[in-house]
């Protein structure tokens, strides 16, 4: 059953200068941090502003802590899926409902530092659409997960044609155009940071350094930053599907080489016993073959899921100002029966 509670009083007439919108997924340790951090810097820096926490169907207290909040501030609003979707469908979900001028995408653990937002903003008033945060470095993260983002966003960068910045993640400032322009992609295997970059508009960064977590431990484990890696490549990139068609020549033209110089041997009536070379080939070739018919069925498998066009996620309950009004619009919900 889906339901609405702890709405708060009073909705915001207008939109607010600002949103921050923050996907939440088991942090109950650092939102009260996050909370007093974001509305100090908030409150000196505009004049009108929302935090949309979106709870990715967290097991912990979040969900109350959020709730709280939002009954004792009218500035901050919440959503909860009805179970987790994933940290990039929080976004997506934060984007479609955030109400801002422009609005922050960050992440709820305090490695996007809330002080660099009037950095970002005063960027985007300079005329740049996107604002990114561009890591100079990054604490209390294992040499392993920073060797591979860093491998990982050079392979990136060459073999897709979106220009991603060097080490940036999704912290972000968007402004109106670049909001309503991603509410317009609707795939499902996403990878906010390149369709943020797909937008294009002016685009511009903000150095920083990324703090280590604030508490708790990464929700990220390596089963889904792989999963993340591989989502990134290919909603982007088409070059895996290629490397069959190289790696195809590559294998015929040696084959070809190979069966002249086995002919030649015949004819100077040298005989060469097979097996190893016989074995080998066939495991190479085999193995590579599954490759590839594995690198398809990635394909294969995203282009089954776009066809089956399920919601993105789905809300289960929303709390802060107005949520009664906008209840009807949200993705998946089906209106209480009368009396409930
Ligand atoms: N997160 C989420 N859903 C998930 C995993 C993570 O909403 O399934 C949130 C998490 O609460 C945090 C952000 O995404 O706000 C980034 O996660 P985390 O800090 O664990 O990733 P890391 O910084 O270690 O890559
Ligand atoms: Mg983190």
């Excluded at 097991?59 to 899926?81: C, H, K, P």
């Excluded at 929080?90 to 922050?104: K, M, N, S, T």
């Excluded at 993340?228 to 040696?254: E, K, N, R, Y």
């Amino acid at each position: 059953m889906w339901r609405f509670a702890g709405c708060g009083k009073g909705v915001q007439a207008v939109a607010p200068e600002l949103s921050v919108v923050i996907p939440v997924f088991n942090e109950e340790e650092n939102l009260p941090e996050l909370y007093g951090r974001l509305t100090k810097v908030l409150s000196g820096t505009v004049s009108s502003w929302e935090i949309l926490f979106v709870d990715d169907g967290s097991r912990d207290g979040s969900w109350e802590i959020i709730r709280g909040l939002a009954e004792a501030d009218a500035r901050v609003r919440g959503l909860r899926f009805s179970r987790n979707f994933g940290h990039q469908m929080a976004f997506a979900c934060g984007l479609d409902h955030a109400q801002g001028e422009a609005v922050v995408i960050m992440d709820a653990d305090l490695q996007d530092p809330p002080e660099l937002i009037p950095q970002l903003l005063a960027k985007h008033r300079e005329g740049f659409e996107v604002v990114y945060a561009v890591r100079a470095a990054r604490h209390g993260e294992t040499f392993c997960k920073k060797l591979t983002a860093k491998l990982f966003y050079r392979l990136f960068a060459r073999i897709t044609s979106v220009e991603i910045p060097l080490d940036t993640g999704d912290f972000r400032l968007m402004g109106k155009r670049a909001v309503e322009a991603f509410r317009r992609l609707p795939e499902r295997h996403r990878f906010t940071r390149g369709l943020v970059a797909w937008l294009g508009f002016a685009q511009s960064g903000v150095l920083y350094e990324r703090a280590p977590r604030h508490a708790g431990t990464t929700k990220y484990p390596w089963r889904k930053m792989l999963r993340f890696a591989v989502d990134a490549i290919t909603s982007f990139s088409h070059v895996p599907l290629q490397l069959a068609t190289w790696l195809g020549f590559m294998v015929s033209g040696f084959a070809f080489l190979y069966i002249l110089v086995v002919i030649a041997l015949k004819f100077a009536g040298i005989s060469w016993p097979g097996y190893t070379s016989l074995m080998a080939a066939i495991l190479f070739l085999g193995g590579v073959q599954l490759v590839m018919v594995g690198l398809l069925g990635e394909y294969v498998g995203r282009i089954y899921d776009e066809v089956k066009r399920r919601p993105l996620y789905l809300v289960a309950e929303e709390v802060g100002p107005g949520c009664k009004e906008r209840a009807r619009e949200l993705p998946g919900y089906v209106a209480p029966s009368p009396g409930l």
